[in-house]
């Protein structure tokens, strides 16, 4: 899973555009995109799409599928260095929320379509939206827990297949930490996730399987 982003979105004169009697939801960055994809994409939040886009994920009622919620996750990242800075401000920390919320609290048939390319494919575009509003350190905090995360929810499900990839994304994590691959997550701190988590009891019961 990806641990981090090195591009880095440089948004410190978005401020012009504060005044403007047109809300704005991205912006034309010097190497990027047409100026018809800019106007398209505002046309789109104007009209609330982002807003329906979070509506749906928040919808308890009707859940949205897991597929559908991924393919959210790549629309609304895939866009994260154009986002005006306002705006990112305002709405991506709602919409993190709620695909975090919707990933924690998923149950039963959701559960059973998660797979370890579909966790990379959100992890992937998580990172590059929380960049816009968070440090490098708290960055690293959030994509290293998440990934972790989703793989031990991943384990817990009732598949075989999916407890066999479970576990070898959380001992692939583990191994990372050896060489020192991550950035927040050490080995004092696996240590007390896998005693917190029972990790061991889980792995050994007779209900586990793996």
């Known amino acids: 899973m990806n641990s981090g982003i090195d591009e880095v979105v440089d948004d410190f004169n978005d401020g012009i555009y504060d005044n403007l009697e047109v809300e704005k939801f991205v912006i034309k960055r010097p190497e990027m995109q047409s100026l018809f994809f800019i106007k398209l994409v505002n046309k789109f939040g104007t009209e609330n799409g982002f807003g329906m886009i979070l509506q749906r994920i928040q919808d308890k009622e009707n859940p949205v599928s897991f597929i559908k919620l991924r393919y959210f996750v790549q629309i609304v990242g895939q866009l994260y260095q154009m986002y005006y800075r306002k705006f990112a401000l305002e709405y991506i920390p709602a919409f993190v929320a709620a695909v975090i919320e919707y990933l924690e609290n998923a149950e039963g048939a959701v559960v059973k379509t998660f797979n370890k390319s579909n966790m990379d494919s959100i992890s992937?575009?998580?990172?590059?939206?929380?960049?816009?509003?968070?440090?490098?350190?708290?960055?690293?905090?959030?994509?290293?827990?998440?990934?972790?995360?989703?793989?031990?929810?991943?384990?817990?499900?009732?598949?075989?297949?999916?407890?066999?990839?479970?576990?070898?994304?959380?001992?692939?994590?583990?191994?990372?930490?050896?060489?020192?691959?991550?950035?927040?997550?050490?080995?004092?701190?696996?240590?007390?996730?896998?005693?917190?988590?029972?990790?061991?009891?889980?792995?050994?019961s007779h209900d586990s399987h793996v």
């Open 124 to 204: 992937t575009c998580l990172g590059k939206l929380v960049e816009r509003y968070m440090l490098e350190e708290e960055k690293n905090e959030f994509i290293e827990k998440f990934n972790l995360q989703m793989a031990w929810k991943i384990f817990q499900a009732e598949s075989l297949q999916q407890r066999i990839d479970g576990l070898k994304m959380i001992v692939d994590m583990i191994r990372s930490i050896k060489f020192k691959r991550y950035k927040f997550l050490t080995k004092d701190f696996i240590k007390e996730w896998i005693k917190e988590n029972k990790v061991f009891e889980v792995l050994y």
